[in-house]
């Protein structure tokens, strides 16, 4: 079992960076894909980005693509997400996500364990 808490959420205006981190418990972290996703007020849970288990591929939904970074640190247990030039449209509670079985994938259904989630708000 892997238990996972994001932090580093918070408000910033447009054109503003954040880097979140996800900490995962555990010593079998280095076995787990690892995703973030999204959930903005009154919309359905959203595919961010996705990294696979040593790090060397990763997978961005089109909307953050080349404003958001997805990495992790193995010997720390830890996924990041480096955000860059964000929009008020990034505003949303992000969740990380890890996947036991698959290689890399953006469906959320086929992610095992979940965080709690860390707000971001971005003003305009």
């Known amino acids: 079992q892997v238990q996972l808490v994001e932090s580093g959420g918070g408000l910033v205006q447009a054109g503003g960076s954040l880097r979140l981190a996800c900490a995962a418990s555990?010593?079998?972290?280095?076995?787990?894909?690892m995703g973030w996703f999204r959930q903005g007020p009154g919309k359905e849970r959203d595919f961010v980005a996705a990294?696979?288990?040593?790090?060397?591929?990763?997978y961005y939904a089109d909307s953050v693509k080349g404003r958001f970074t997805i990495s992790r640190d193995n010997a720390k247990s830890t996924v990041y997400l480096q955000m860059n030039s964000l929009e008020p449209e990034d505003t949303a509670v992000y969740y990380c996500?890890?996947?036991?079985?698959?290689?890399?994938?953006?469906?959320?259904?086929?992610?095992?364990?979940w965080g709690q989630g860390t707000q971001v708000t971005v003003s305009s």
């Open positions: 996500a890890a996947n036991r079985n698959v290689y890399i994938s953006r469906s959320g259904g086929l992610y095992d364990y």
């Open positions: 555990g010593r079998t972290f280095s076995s787990y894909s």
């Open positions: 990294i696979t288990r040593s790090g060397g591929n990763t």
